[in-house]
Every structure is written in C-alpha cells, then in structure tokens.
C-alpha cells in the first residue's frame, strides 16, 4: 500500500489547494486507488473525487492517470481525467 499527499498555500492570492490518495499494488506493480483534490481561492472551489492509477512505466517515464467527478463552484458537475508524467534520470 501507498500514500501520497500534497499540499500547498499561497498567502499572494489566498490560494489553497490538496490532494491525497491512497493506493494498493496490483500484480504488475502499479497502484490503484481513490483520489480527492480540493482548491480554493477567492471566488473560485473546486473538489474532485476520483480513482487514480498510479506507478504506470513506460517509454522511460512514470504515467499517473487519473478520472473521476469535479464540482466547481462557476460550472454544473462534470467528469475530469488527468495524466501525469514523472522523467526518472
């Protein structure tokens, strides 16, 4: 099993923003596992509750893809997806 968080706060803009998600290996060493993302700033929320694959190697980087449901506090709810990729020197 896997965690991973993070976190930032801006005092500019009074900008917040965090994301946690665990994750559990499956046999081909990737993780699988639940998402939450929220953001804030002024005028502006967000929250995002998904599912994640995490740890995915390929073409020599590390691929996090991510999708789910979004509100936001200027739209209606919607799906999102992400893709995230990490070069490993």
Known sequence: MMFQA???ASTLDRRLWARAA???QMPLGFYV???V???RER???????GLHLTGLRLLGLEWRLAGGWQR????PSE???TLGLHWQR
């Open 6 to 8: 993070s976190a930032y």
């Open 22 to 24: 665990p994750g559990w």
């Open 33 to 35: 596992g639940p998402e």
């Open 37 to 39: 993302e929220a953001y």
């Open 43 to 49: 005028d502006y929320r967000k929250l995002r509750l």
């Open 72 to 75: 936001t506090s200027d739209r």
């Open 79 to 81: 799906a999102y997806a």
